[in-house]
């Protein structure tokens, strides 16, 4: 059974950086593809960045040239580079993992495996 397990959120003004860290444990990711999902207050839960299992990238029009998703492989770890984050950045990021990983307005049922989701919070 793969589990994900997120860290690295936490809190930082506006144009700041972050980086989240989501390891995988229980078995490894090479058949499945990853992705970074955001959840606003009140908010429905939509894809910011994937990453397939060769290693092509998408990302949310809101995030293109902000924020980097990449893998290590050796380490079993997914990342997320944020970067100039904005307020309405804030909120829990999770990161998922299934065979097809979409971008836009999810339901946890979409996607196979989740993990428990880290908070970023941007204020100045």
């Known amino acids: 059974q793969v589990q994900l397990m997120e860290s690295g959120g936490g809190s930082v003004q506006p144009g700041g950086s972050l980086r989240l860290s989501c390891v995988v444990s229980g078995g490894t990711y090479e058949s499945l593809s990853m992705g970074w999902f955001h959840e606003a207050p009140g908010k429905e839960r939509e894809g910011v960045a994937a990453?397939?299992?060769?290693?092509?990238?998408n990302y949310a029009d809101s995030v293109k040239g902000r924020f980097t998703i990449s893998q290590d492989n050796a380490k079993n770890t997914l990342y997320l580079q944020m970067n100039s984050l904005k307020p309405e950045d804030s909120g829990v990021y999770y990161c998922a993992a299934d065979p097809f990983v979409p971008l836009g307005t999810v339901v946890e049922d979409d996607l196979k495996y989740w993990g428990q989701g880290t908070q970023v919070t941007v204020s100045s």
């Open positions: 990453i397939d299992t060769v290693g092509y990238t």
